[in-house]
């Protein structure tokens, strides 16, 4: 697969609160103690405050009170190049300003921009996985994380009902849920779990397959990043809104219809047509095409490995052989 797709990494990311003209101290809701941060680690604010410049890099020059609602001074410089410990002077505000700490491998030549980051990267490609908290662009992802479910159901393509023994069906499934067996036999979409019980709920449809007190995963379709490559197409990914850890392959498949343990990753070309990604890996990606298959479908025989070579980009999309002498498109990965 080459070099693995780079993952951004930092501290922490931290809420910045308070600034205050004068004696320059800058005020956080966070713990330094219990995140491990410590003077001379840089940090980037994703907005302005009390003059703080969004995307600019400035360093922790001292941490007054490492405990809950943590203080520091910042410095405009590396404190090697800051002899004098000179304050950076800041303006006296309010808000709430997330702030990534000790950032590293947070762009591949593909920054939002800003102090630190390369002068030339607007015409730059490659993509970097990674906490979509931290300053910068990350691969946005769309995850159904399979968690196992308890007890047995029973479907029939006949009808969308599922009828559990030993289940919880009420609390363990929600609107939108995908539902597989076990070894993998995808079976539909929850529709509305507000009418369930304990041993009963239903799919939008009737079951896609036959199962009797078959053992059962779900999964919630979720917005999610990547946290670190395992395989070609089988990536850690985290869920943000419930917050789950977990293995998914890349399918191509729309958000509505994950199966569990899958993700999708979209890329536009330069014509504005969107493509699901099946692998990215350094600056390459391999995007699926009709005949390329879901990857995490045992029951799908295509060929999976039958996919278009492209380079993938948080920039500019390009066909093939129109830019800088590339032979494969470049494709635009969706990035926050």
């Not at 890099?57 to 090697?80: D, K, M, P």
């Not at 590293?104 to 030339?120: E, I, K, L």
């Not at 599922?162 to 539902?179: C, E, H, K, Q, R």
Request: aromatic content about 8%; overall charge neutral.
């Amino acid at each position: 697969m080459g070099r693995p797709l780079k993952i951004a990494k930092a501290q922490a990311v931290v809420t910045i609160t308070n600034t205050t003209g004068g004696t320059e101290l800058i005020t956080t809701s966070a713990n330094f103690t219990n995140l491990g941060i410590i003077a001379g680690m840089p940090f980037i604010p994703a907005s302005n405050l009390g003059g703080l410049i969004a995307g600019t890099t400035y360093w922790i020059l001292e941490v007054v009170n490492s405990g809950n609602n943590s203080t520091f001074y910042a410095s405009e410089y590396q404190l090697s190049a800051n002899p004098t410990y000179t304050k950076f002077n800041v303006s006296t505000a309010a808000g709430s300003v997330a702030a990534s700490v000790g950032v590293v491998d947070a762009y591949f030549n593909n920054p939002n921009g800003g102090a630190g980051y390369p002068a030339t990267n607007a015409n730059t490609y490659s993509v970097v996985g990674g906490n979509t908290a931290i300053y910068g662009k990350q691969v946005l992802c769309r995850v159904a994380i399979a968690q196992n479910g308890t007890g047995t159901i029973t479907v029939d393509t006949a009808s969308p009902n599922i009828t559990g023994i030993g289940t919880d069906l009420a609390n363990t499934l929600a609107d939108g849920m995908s539902v597989q067996t076990t070894d993998g036999v995808f079976l539909g979409i929850v529709d509305d779990i507000a009418n369930a019980n304990a041993t009963f709920a239903t799919f939008a449809a009737n079951s896609a397959a036959n199962a009797t007190k078959a053992s059962f995963e779900f999964a919630q379709n979720e917005a999610g990043y990547i946290v670190r490559q395992k395989g070609k197409q089988k990536y850690l990914v985290k869920g943000t809104s419930s917050g789950l850890v977990g293995a998914c392959y890349t399918a191509n498949l729309a958000n509505a219809v994950l199966y569990p343990g899958t993700m999708n990753i979209v890329g536009t070309y330069a014509n504005a047509a969107t493509v699901n990604v099946q692998s990215l890996s350094d600056h390459t990606a391999e995007l699926f095409t009709a005949t390329s298959g879901i990857t995490a479908d045992p029951n799908n025989t295509a060929n999976i490995n039958n996919t278009s070579p492209a380079f993938s980009t948080f920039n500019t999309a390009y066909a093939a052989n129109t830019y800088g002498g590339q032979p494969y498109p470049i494709v635009t990965i969706s990035g926050v």
